[in-house]
């Protein structure tokens, strides 16, 4: 009998129970004769996805009529600090994908949007607001778009969509800002090239967003160029190798590398893997690309560089003593490496310019970032910056060339560096008791070229 | 050291200033030009718009022609400021089907509803219409601008507030709508759209779109926690898509379903989304004229069907 009422009294509270959640469920469903979709705003930070309070953007609103319901009216609420005053809105209805007309007026009222239809929207209809100029609160934070409906007359209050993450103005969006109230920037820009080509608030956004770019691009290419410098020397030996097979190979490598365009070579690779399943990240497969694209070029200039070295060179190692490859390592190529550094820096700047190409398959580069923003802004101004970038780079390098080559100028001539009386002394004690006799290591020989005070002739054996 | 900095700043000054010359004295000489034309109005102006038409080819002076082509553009006796005289040159990236496209086979030929629309446009202005080579989409609208290339860009361009503030839209002659592209039978698929959107939004999650369109600016909205890949073209997307380097494709409905049908037979739109989002013709704010009279031209063709003619040849009727 206990068990029993018990049991019971359980059944009721859980038959209670369950009446309540499908009340719960079915009520916000059926007290809505507008059902929110959503709420969104576009992302109004200069080459960045954050949505700025204070600064204009754009909220988009949507919702559905339910069946058997007219709609005459919406009004938006937003917190405190929005500002939809210097607003304009498109109204859009949809039916499905068929776009209808509506028409309506909107009242811009501080944090508040009304909108009354001139016609009622029936039902199964999608209303779309779109605010364009309005600003969120300065402060930042998550926004909920509430609000009410008018519907025969009766106003009732708007399911609240998804709140709208916002944040606070950032420093660089206030100095764009300072920017735009600048005299001397609204004159700059008044001449068509200069405002095209040289906007200065876009110039500041976009440097601090290209950054990143330029940041992938170097990755790229100083992870690929090691890559690249192994696998050319590699494929140089091979090609000035006496078996012929080994030749061909590097024949064929270096000539079908070079012989065709780069855009091509990244298309194939990034567009032709995946169809095997080779499915590799982008960024890796573009380091793979380009290490691959370097290393003919290289190899070309390492032979030219190895075989450039006069045969007597090869006679004196061989007379004292040494093998073939001990020539190749302590005679040939620290000789050749110092003949291909100028040509080799050339490389590397035009493989950096190169990693641009990358762009075009996805590889979140320079390019990228600078296509990205025009396309946003319309003005052509980040492709300026992006050549600013790229000079970063690549100036310093140029202005190495020229020097190293201006050395090398100069000490075939004969013209070299001399060594001071007070320098050539310390070195003097120095390689005495350093390295007296003793065979240079790898690491010495290859560095020789670039220490002051050597001349180009004989290389290694020079120095001493 | 000090004195090799300094001169290196000169140098930079000097250049800086001979680049303010050379664009003042453009500025000037080419408003000279124009007021000599003027001068000798009666004479047809035939002779300096040839010149003109001659000089952008040159890519040096393509500068110096930015620096306000149409301020020293005349009108022409339509009122129209035309880079050739009696003919409108259209811009487009042709990598839009069925909306324009280039014929098979042919790469100087094009084909599409916009390419017919714009035929027709021009033939009610008594003028003819010459397409340029196909050019990259973000492009066009600087293009258009800059003004001494072509006079419209026809390239499914939504009218939106953004672009108006940098160019004129002609009225809009056909409405379009975005799609979500995706593999079939994907595992991101959800039981209804808005389960779909919520599963591309997410971390890890690469959706590619064409650049420069709404259909970036939907995916920045709507997916922010998503990684938005954009690229040259929606081809491009598809393939990328194909290749497994993202995980949908976000471009315009009409484009999306045509190649879900004919091309990527293994895609299909996902998510159909409803923006109803209006094409329109890109116009230069300079040429207020032109675009009055494309409008009236549009105008026409929708009251006497002949708008709806050419959406059944290209869509069968449903976009």
């Not at chain 1, 980040?382 to 020229?402: G, H, M, N, W």
């Not at chain 2, 034309?37 to 010149?51: C, G, L, N, Q, R």
């Not at chain 2, 066009?140 to 072509?150: E, F, S, T, V």
Request: one cysteine or more; charged letters at 20%.
């Amino acid at each position: 009998m206990m068990s029993k009422r018990h049991s019971n009294h359980a059944l009721r509270a859980l038959m209670a129970c369950v009446a309540a959640m499908v009340a719960l469920a079915i009520l916000p469903s059926a007290a809505f004769a507008l059902t929110t979709s959503k709420a969104t705003a576009r992302p109004n930070e200069d080459g960045g996805t954050g949505v700025i309070g204070g600064i204009p953007t754009r909220l988009t609103w949507e919702g559905t009529v339910d069946a058997g319901e007219q709609i005459s009216g919406v009004t938006l609420e937003l917190p405190a600090g929005t500002n939809f005053n210097s607003s304009t809105t498109k109204l859009t209805a949809l039916e499905g994908l068929k776009r209808m007309s509506v028409e309506g007026e909107v009242v811009p009222e501080g944090s508040s949007l009304k909108v009354k239809f001139s016609e009622p929207v029936g039902e199964g209809l999608l209303i779309r607001l779109e605010v364009e100029g309005m600003t969120f609160p300065e402060e930042g934070g998550d926004v909920v778009v509430g609000g009410t409906y008018t519907e025969s007359g009766k106003e009732k209050p708007l399911q609240a969509a998804k709140p709208i993450a916002t944040i606070a103005n950032t420093p660089l969006q206030k100095l764009v800002d300072h920017l735009d109230n600048q005299d001397w920037v609204a004159a700059w820009n008044s001449v068509q090239f200069l405002g095209m080509f040289l906007k200065p608030q876009i110039m500041v956004t976009s440097f601090a967003s290209l950054f990143t770019g330029w940041l992938v691009c170097l990755f790229i290419v100083i992870v690929a160029y090691p890559f690249a410098i192994i696998l050319g020397l590699i494929f140089a030996l091979m090609k000035i190798s006496k078996h012929r097979l080994l030749r061909a190979i590097a024949i064929v490598y270096i000539n079908v590398l070079r012989g065709t365009p780069l855009f091509l070579q990244i298309y194939i690779m990034f567009f032709g893997l995946p169809m095997m399943n080779i499915v590799i990240d982008n960024n890796i497969l573009g380091i793979i690309v380009m290490a691959i694209n370097s290393s003919a070029y290289l190899a070309e200039i390492f032979r030219a560089g190895i075989e450039s070295i006069p045969t007597g060179q090869y006679e004196a190692a061989a007379s004292l003593g040494m093998g073939h490859l001990q020539t190749m390592i302590y005679v040939i190529l620290p000789q050749t490496v110092r003949r291909v550094i100028p040509t080799v820096t050339s490389d590397f700047i035009m493989a950096f310019k190169d990693t641009s190409l990358l762009s075009s398959v996805g590889v979140m580069e320079l390019m990228m970032f600078a296509k990205n923003l025009t396309s946003v802004t319309g003005n052509m101004t980040p492709y300026v910056t992006a050549a600013i970038f790229y000079l970063i780079v690549t100036l310093p390098l140029i202005k190495v060339v020229t020097i190293i080559e201006k050395r090398m100028a100069n000490s075939e001539r004969g013209g070299g560096p001399r060594p001071k009386v007070k320098a050539a002394a310390e070195k003097d004690a120095q390689d005495e008791t350093s390295s007296a006799g003793a065979e240079p290591s790898l690491a010495e020989a290859l560095s020789a070229p670039f220490k002051a005070g050597t001349s180009v002739f004989g290389g290694v054996a020079d120095v001493r | 050291m000090k004195i090799v900095k300094k001169s290196w700043l000169i140098c930079g000054l000097a250049c800086l200033c001979a680049l303010t010359l050379v664009l003042a004295g453009c500025g000037s000489s080419s408003s000279s030009a124009a007021s000599d034309s003027s001068a000798t109005a009666s004479e047809p102006e035939e002779v300096p718009v040839e010149a003109e038409a001659e000089s952008t080819d040159e890519a040096a002076t393509t500068e110096a022609e930015g620096s306000g082509w149409y301020a020293s553009k005349e009108a022409d006796a339509n009122g129209y400021k035309l880079v050739e005289e009696g003919t409108i040159i259209g811009v487009s990236d042709m990598a839009y089907p069925p909306l324009e496209s280039v014929v098979e086979g042919k790469s100087d030929e094009y084909e599409g509803f916009e390419i017919d629309v714009m035929g027709e446009v021009t033939n009610r202005l008594g003028l003819k219409m010459k397409w340029l080579n196909p050019m990259k989409f973000d492009a066009i609208i600087p293009l258009i601008k800059q003004g001494g290339k072509a006079d419209v860009g026809v390239s499914s361009f939504t009218i939106t507030d953004e672009r108006k503030k940098e160019i004129d839209f002609s009225d809009s002659y056909i409405d379009s709508n975005q799609a979500i592209v995706m593999k079939e039978g994907s595992k991101l698929k959800g039981a209804d759209d808005n389960a779909t959107i919520e599963n591309l939004n997410a971390d890890g999650i690469v959706v590619c779109v064409q650049q420069g369109t709404t259909g970036e600016d939907w995916v920045k909205e709507n997916l922010p926690k998503a990684q938005c890949l954009p690229l040259d073209n929606a081809i491009d997307c598809l393939h990328n898509l194909e290749a497994g380097k993202c995980d949908a494709a976000v471009a315009d409905l009409p484009c999306m379903s045509f190649y879900c049908k004919e091309s990527f037979k293994d895609f299909e739109v996902a998510v159909a989304i409803p923006t109803g989002e209006q094409y329109g013709i890109v116009v230069s704010k300079e040429n207020a004229k032109l675009t009055e009279d494309i409008n009236k031209a549009l105008d026409e063709m929708k009251s006497d069907g002949t708008l709806d003619k050419l959406m059944e040849k290209w869509f069968g009727g449903n976009i």
